[in-house]
């Protein structure tokens, strides 16, 4: 296995730089804009202006969209309904939809996909709104930078987790390998850890992700044959959590009581936290690291060593 790489250091640049004057993003000529403006007209809806983004220089239409046309990304997770309501009742409050989505258009199936703009979506939906302001992009491949886009609602490590194996799915049939899409998926842990959490929802996946992060890596397979390695890794972290829970019940059953229980056990087991080793073959750290949960030694365990341990992600996250 290659030695993982150093993170490379961002250059410093000057203040104002970068990127497009104001007078610039005004200057558009794009074929394919033209012809996404004349589809939203089409679909009924209404194109608002275009502009190039001030960063990249991309060309964008601002519009408006029957909110009947708009959904959510398939592979993303679930709305929130307590978030949902919070917006519902702060739009009605301030009397405006001041967010706009992000969105693409699905041309096999004539509808938006919005990466991450579903909470919103979904609020103005439960309102009754006819209509969504939306940056529409030209480029359909933005509805997979879902992980990098979706900040109205910060994801925790099962959100996480499922959004990108559901991710990677719906990328199978594109040829490319898993390791191409590293920027899509962040880390390589979430798609392990994604397969576990669809067999075992309650998974404590955060006791186990200080773990995958040394010993998990992106693969240069293609994205079919690296979903079926991902199913079996996430079955190994199963095998490894079942093992681990034995342990647990084993010190409850001695007496001993705290909700970070788990991420002790794995603290204790987990030897590639103390190595100097910059990589690790999968397989071989996690047969050893389950070997050693399964003859966890609960005698040698007092209360004041899980006190002093200081937690870490508790049993449900």
């Known amino acids: 296995m290659p030695p993982r790489k150093k993170p490379v250091r961002r250059k410093k640049v000057a203040p104002a730089s970068v990127g497009l004057s104001a007078a610039e993003t005004q200057s558009v000529a794009s074929a394919d804009l033209d012809r996404l403006a004349a589809r939203v007209e089409d679909d009924g809806g209404a194109v608002l202006g275009r502009y190039n983004d001030p960063f990249g220089g991309k060309p964008l239409l601002v519009a408006a969209l029957p909110v009947a046309h708009v959904e959510p990304t398939p592979y993303q997770r679930d709305a929130s309904d307590a978030h949902v309501k919070r917006l519902m009742n702060v739009i ?3 009397g405006r939809f001041l967010d706009p989505i992000i969105a693409i258009r699905d041309d096999d199936e004539g509808r938006y996909l919005t990466p991450n703009g579903n909470h ?24 997979f930078k879902i992980l990098a886009l979706n900040t109205e609602k910060a994801h925790n490590l099962r959100e996480k987790s499922l959004e990108t194996i559901r991710m990677a799915r719906a990328l199978a049939k594109a040829g490319k390998a898993e390791s191409d899409y590293a920027f899509e998926f962040e880390q390589p842990a979430f798609l392990t850890l994604g397969v576990g959490y669809e067999e075992r929802p309650r998974l404590s996946g955060g006791a186990y992700q200080s773990i995958l992060r040394r010993v998990d890596e992106f693969l240069e397979e ?17 095998k490894l959590d079942d093992a681990v829970s034995a342990a647990v019940e084993k010190l409850k059953a001695k007496g001993l009581t705290s909700p970070y229980l788990k991420p002790f056990v794995v603290s204790r087991v987990n030897y590639t936290r103390f190595s100097k080793a910059t ?9 050893k690291i389950i070997a050693s949960a399964a003859k966890f030694n609960v005698e040698r365990v007092k209360q004041e060593d899980v006190a002093r341990s200081g937690g870490g992600a508790p049993d449900e996250e």
């Open 92 to 94: 009605e409050k301030i």
């Open 120 to 143: 919103r979506l979904q609020a103005l939906k439960k309102l009754g709104v006819k209509t969504v302001v939306a940056l529409v992009v030209p480029d359909a491949d933005v509805a």
């Open 222 to 238: 293609p994205m079919a044959r690296a979903l079926k390695e991902r199913e079996r890794r996430g079955k190994k972290i199963l």
């Open 279 to 287: 990589s690790f073959d999968f397989d071989e750290a996690l047969d």
